[in-house]
């Protein structure tokens, strides 16, 4: 992992057109502002380990729980 | 030079299209047994495969599902692994409990699945169901989105951060249900063009 040091106000440069930038730091949080191009998905990565867990949960779902559901759902 | 494929045994398929110098990939297509833990063997054609060329997010090293319909089952579909048999998740379209569902694709989704726009693709929301099936869930941050005749598909995170992960969605299929008491959901989504349905092994095919 490629790692560097930077002070509030500086940034670094990804590629030619994503920037981000150390814009807060408060204790032991650091707030980062982000320029990049509109087609960049950019998402905490939390976002991915928690679809990660869902779709592992999902995958553990028997066939019997989800006939079930349907008689469930009949008023 | 076409011909049918009428035999089971895919390797019988390749072995005559070989020695007649043909393509095997002909209309009916060769057919394919998979081997699944929920609905034992299912036999299902080349073409019913949806290729996930990145696999799905935690599955990453899973490339290719197939949609079943389970014909004992009124709601879901099953997106069911081709190689991993105890993988299936189920699945069901946004449509059903989400009404103003709009998705924005970034332009590496639509690089990836091959398509310039959403009108050939359908979408599946993977459903996760606890102890409790009254909470229920169905994962609209990122939805299962299939290209319908090139058949590749991809689990597509969305940059809107209103979606949740894990959106409640009983209480919306029971009022659909309400709603529409005659027409079972399953038969109100459009997605199920590309499913197998899974024969019932009691019964004798028709026509044969």
């Known amino acids: 992992m490629l790692v560097l040091t930077r002070k509030l106000g500086e940034s670094i440069a990804i590629d030619d057109h994503i920037k981000i930038r150390v814009v807060q730091i408060k204790g032991k949080q650091v707030r980062l502002g982000i320029e990049a191009p509109k087609e960049t998905k950019i998402h905490r990565e939390e976002v991915y380990l928690a679809i990660q867990d869902t779709n592992k949960e999902s995958a553990a779902t028997g066939p019997e729980k989800t006939r079930n559901i349907s008689k469930m759902l009949k008023p | 030079m076409r011909f049918r494929c009428t035999e089971n045994s895919p390797d019988f398929c390749l072995a005559v299209s070989v020695l007649l110098g043909c393509d095997p990939f002909v209309e009916g297509g060769l057919h394919v047994v998979i081997q699944t833990t929920r609905f034992g063997q299912v036999e299902i054609q080349d073409q019913d495969i949806l290729l996930f060329s990145e696999g799905i997010l935690g599955f ?60 050939k693709a359908r979408l599946l929301c993977i459903v996760t169901i606890p102890d409790d099936p009254t909470q229920m869930t169905a994962n609209l941050k990122a939805p299962v989105v299939i290209n319908i005749p090139d058949r590749k598909a991809r689990q597509c995170v969305l940059q809107d951060n209103h979606l949740a992960i894990r959106e409640p969605i009983f209480a919306k299929l029971q009022q659909r249900v309400v709603q529409n008491p005659t027409q079972s959901i399953k038969s109100q989504s459009a997605a199920l063009e590309v499913a197998v349905r899974i024969q019932n092994k009691n019964q004798p095919e028709a026509g044969l």
Request: proline share 7%.
């Open chain 2, 60 to 119: 990453a090293e899973l490339h290719k599902f197939v949609l079943l319909d389970d014909p004992t089952d009124d709601i879901f579909a099953w997106l069911q692994s081709c190689d991993e048999p105890a993988i299936a998740f189920p699945v069901l379209e946004p449509e059903l409990f989400a009404e103003n569902y709009k998705v924005t694709l970034a332009k590496t989704d639509y690089e990836a699945l091959k398509m310039t726009d959403l009108s």
